[in-house]
């Protein structure tokens, strides 16, 4: 019995929170959107929005009532500082937290920036079937966050367990 599983693409959208970014500046944003296509992802879409929590909401709400978008990576305004607002506008929209994600990110993280990682809230969780990781800002943490955590997971091929083989809309297609 062959057990190989086939690579399933998923339809990811990527949002940048941030006051400052623009699309020629948002690196995190471009180095999301190069890494899942390089995973052989689909970059569903691309935002730049400002910190404010009624704008990540209406962005995020609207991905996901999308049934061709099934995850999102948001990535800046998860610090304690300012207008950090992004873990505030994202959990009213959870259905379930994944725990686990923002736990091993920081213990990760711990192996590069120290103790400056208690101040990360990462997050992720799920809504309406769609996954939605929350990332900080920095190109760094996205590239950490991404190549150790997000992408095995969303690899249906992963074992024991992944993301993708929770995904009913995708398995019915």
């Known amino acids: 019995m062959n057990d190989e599983r086939a690579f399933l693409p998923l339809d990811i959208a990527v949002l940048t929170v941030s006051d400052t970014r623009a699309e020629e500046t948002d690196a995190s944003g471009k ?10 992802h689909r970059l569903a879409d691309k935002r730049i ?8 909401r209406a962005v995020l709400s609207a991905w996901i009532a999308d049934e061709h978008v099934q995850v999102i990576l948001t990535t800046g305004g998860t610090g304690v500082t300012g207008r ?9 929209l959870l259905d379930k937290i994944l725990d686990g994600f923002g736990e091993v990110f920081r213990a990760i993280s ?3 920036i120290k103790t400056s990682t208690i101040q990360s809230r990462a997050l992720a969780g799920v809504a309406n079937g769609t996954y939605i990781f929350c990332l900080p800002g920095s190109s760094g943490a996205c590239r950490t966050a991404w190549d150790q955590l997000i992408q ?5 091929r992963t074992r024991p367990c992944n993301l993708v083989e929770l995904m009913p809309r995708l398995l019915e297609k």
């Open 31 to 40: 180095i999301l959107a190069e890494r899942l296509a390089a995973a052989g």
């Open 49 to 56: 929005v400002p910190d404010d929590i009624y704008r990540i």
């Open 84 to 92: 950090d607002g992004t873990p505030e506008a994202v959990s009213a």
């Open 110 to 112: 711990f192996h590069d």
């Open 152 to 156: 095995p997971q969303l690899d249906y």
